[in-house]
T-cell receptor, first 114, second 113 residues
Framework: AQSVTQLGSHVSVSEGALVLLRCNYS??????LFWYVQYPNQGLQLLLK??????LVKGINGFEAEFKKSETSFHLTKPSAHMSDAAEYFC????????????FGTGTRLQVTL | EPEVTQTPSHQVTQMGQEVILRCVPI?????FYWYRQILGQKVEFLVS????????KSEIFDDQFSVERPDGSNFTLKIRSTKLEDSAMYFC???????????FGPGTRLTVT
């Protein structure tokens, strides 16, 4: 069974500040990990993914995440927040092998203030 | 860029009525999914579909739900007799052969009154 825990349902940062959104996973097999972003009244857009290989993965809009197996974490970061980053962010896990269902975390709403 | 589309964007129905939510996955994708998101809650898996049959379904996906790929492009979710608790955003997703990332449609907001 897989599960995802996102610490902090709401995160507020100032424009220009570091963004750190936390994600911890539980999986009995090697995981594939994803971050999706949901803007208000829109669908889910893939930000980045980790499958195999390099543990630091870069995504769109300047976001990146690092897979740390020892910590079972996949935290999302961005060096400098922009107002347009305000959205809901979901971490998701699936197990190795394509076409498996995604298990999502409860999401973190990112607020960016001036 | 290819994208998953869903219709309608918003559906209002009365309790007990049947609804059909439609999705057009990305054209060369072969695996299809439905997820739902109740307002303020996380996205939950409902069902996956491959080669014209259900691959996996969750506990939520009971006898009131069914899926179908009626032709080469559409993928539908039917709820036979809607309940108030079916009110949610329903997302369709698809994935290509050998790929890992699922591409999501914009969703259909279902409101059951």
């Amino acid at each position: 069974a897989q599960s995802v825990t996102q610490l902090g349902s709401h995160v507020s940062v100032s424009e220009g500040a570091l963004v750190l959104l936390r994600c911890n996973y539980s999986s009995s097999v090697p995981p594939y990990l994803f971050w999706y972003v949901q803007y208000p009244n829109q669908g889910l857009q893939l930000l980045l993914k980790y499958t195999t290989g390099a543990t630091l993965v870069k995504g769109i809009n300047g976001f990146e995440a690092e897979f740390k197996k020892s910590e079972t974490s996949f935290h999302l970061t961005k060096p400098s927040a922009h107002m347009s980053d305000a959205a809901e962010y979901f971490c998701a896990v699936t197990h190795t092998g394509t076409a498996s269902k995604l298990t999502f975390g409860t999401g973190t709403r990112l607020q960016v203030t001036l | 860029e290819p994208e998953v589309t869903q219709t309608p964007s918003h559906q209002v129905t009365q309790m007990g009525q049947e609804v059909i939510l439609r999705c057009v996955p990305i054209s060369n994708h072969l695996y299809f999914y439905w997820y739902r998101q109740i307002l303020g809650q996380k996205v939950e898996f409902l069902v996956s579909f491959y080669n014209n049959e259900i691959s996996e379904k969750s506990e939520i996906f009971d006898d009131q739900f069914s899926v179908e790929r009626p032709d080469g492009s559409n993928f539908t979710l039917k709820i036979r007799s809607t309940k108030l608790e079916d009110s949610a955003m329903y997302f369709c997703a698809s994935i290509g052969v050998g790929a890992y990332e699922q591409y999501f449609g914009p969703g259909t907001r279902l409101t059951v009154t």
